[in-house]
């Protein structure tokens, strides 16, 4: 498997004239190695050249975890103590109309010492390779994406039921990373999210010791990891019977999301499923409140291509996965956003979470 991805990122190496990418432990790594490496100051690098040779330059202490993986390549390993890249001249020679392309996730301290070795290069971001790579999963990633939505259904449905008058959105929040770990995620895939009335005007509103009231909407949105695949999803549950403005918005973005997902299968443009979203609730009069795009791919990474956004031409094919998730944000009032990851078929669409989207009154 690993194989046949580098194969490919040397097809479209040769196609675009990049004599080398260069990766720093980061979801591409892991999609061509299944190397999961902490990223930290220390230098750790994989080098592919356009004929499929691999090195890594690597600190001393992590030679075992390559020298265990399934990629066989040529070892550099630095002490603590040296200026380790320097290395990678033995790895890359300088030459005219050098191309490399670099990690998007490289920390700046180690793209900027690459570049100072081969000033005259021309450098490219890796995902201008890495996208086509992993923009289309195969039926083993999909199934493990379906996995970990499955485990994500679990916990919206546990935790909805411990949502009570008094407890904080920071307790609440903590409680959805024991519930990930405890139904068999290997984590969460960033930090649950959890905004009680007004603080769910602020779409990534981060949790706080704000508590849950009566007579507030609540924004749960949160993703697991499992076996490298990500997950993520958003719903909208009223603490007490909801106003009607409440309840009028729900609705609106409840059928928003509903008709967006009805209008995914192969050949449609990302920019017209956001379209679909954007139309109905700009129709209702809330145009000026949906501040977001409509949704993005998911996979290794809990945001990656294909971007469901406007002017994005991209087709979809089967086999791409992305998130639905429109949303209306009313300041200092309240926001609802319902997100659901939904695979491209061979005619349509399937829904990874399958959790109610009907309004949950607590
Ligand atoms: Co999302």
């Known amino acids: 498997m690993f194989f046949d991805r580098i194969r490919r990122v040397n097809e479209i190496m040769v196609e675009n004239e990049i004599d080398y990418i260069i990766l720093s432990p980061s979801e591409n790594l892991l999609y061509l190695t299944g190397l999961d490496i902490l990223q930290d100051e220390r230098l750790h690098l994989m080098i592919v050249s356009q004929k499929g040779d691999i090195s890594f330059i690597i600190p001393e202490m992590t030679k075992e975890i390559?020298?265990?993986?399934?990629?066989?390549?040529?070892?550099?390993?630095?002490?603590?103590?040296?200026?380790?890249?320097?290395?990678l001249k033995q790895v890359i020679e300088n030459k005219k109309n050098l191309r490399i392309?670099?990690?998007?996730?490289?920390?700046?301290?180690?793209?900027?010492?690459?570049?100072?070795?081969?000033?005259?290069?021309?450098?490219?971001?890796?995902?201008?390779?890495?996208?086509?790579v992993r923009l289309v999963k195969h039926k083993e990633e999909i199934e493990k994406l379906a996995k970990i939505s499955d485990i994500t259904d679990q916990v919206m449905e546990k935790i909805i039921e411990e949502i009570e008058v008094g407890k904080t959105e920071r307790q609440l929040s903590n409680r959805i990373e024991i519930l990930f770990k405890e139904l068999g995620a290997d984590d969460i895939s960033f930090k649950p999210q959890v905004a009680v009335g007004a603080n769910a005007s602020i779409p990534h509103h981060l949790p706080s010791n704000k508590k849950v009231e009566k007579n507030e909407m609540i924004i749960l949105d949160f993703g697991g990891q499992l076996d490298g695949y990500r997950s993520d999803i958003a719903r909208t549950v009223s603490l007490g019977e909801p106003r009607d403005e409440m309840k009028k918005v729900y609705e609106i973005v409840k059928e928003a999301q509903e008709m967006a997902c009805q209008e995914v299968r192969p050949g449609k443009m990302c920019f017209e499923i956001d379209k679909i979203a954007r139309d109905i609730i700009k129709k209702?009069?809330?145009?000026?409140?949906?501040?977001?795009?409509?949704?993005?791919?998911?996979?290794v990474d809990f945001h990656e291509a294909p971007f469901i956004v406007e002017n994005?031409?991209?087709?979809?094919e089967p086999g791409m996965v992305f998130s639905i998730e429109p949303g209306i944000y009313l300041p200092g009032r309240l926001g609802v956003r319902i997100e659901d990851i939904v695979a491209v078929t061979e005619k349509g669409f399937r829904r990874l979470n399958n959790f109610t989207r009907e309004l949950i009154v607590k």
């Not at 949906?290 to 998911?298: A, E």
């Open 284 to 299: 209702k009069g809330y145009g000026e409140y949906f501040i977001h795009r409509t949704g993005h791919g998911i996979g």
């Open 312 to 316: 994005n031409r991209r087709q979809l």
């Open 66 to 87: 390559v020298q265990k993986s399934s990629i066989s390549g040529k070892l550099l390993v630095w002490d603590d103590g040296t200026y380790p890249v320097e290395l």
């Open 101 to 132: 392309a670099i990690d998007d996730k490289m920390w700046s301290v180690n793209s900027i010492s690459i570049h100072g070795i081969y000033p005259k290069a021309g450098f490219i971001e890796a995902s201008k390779v890495m996208t086509d």
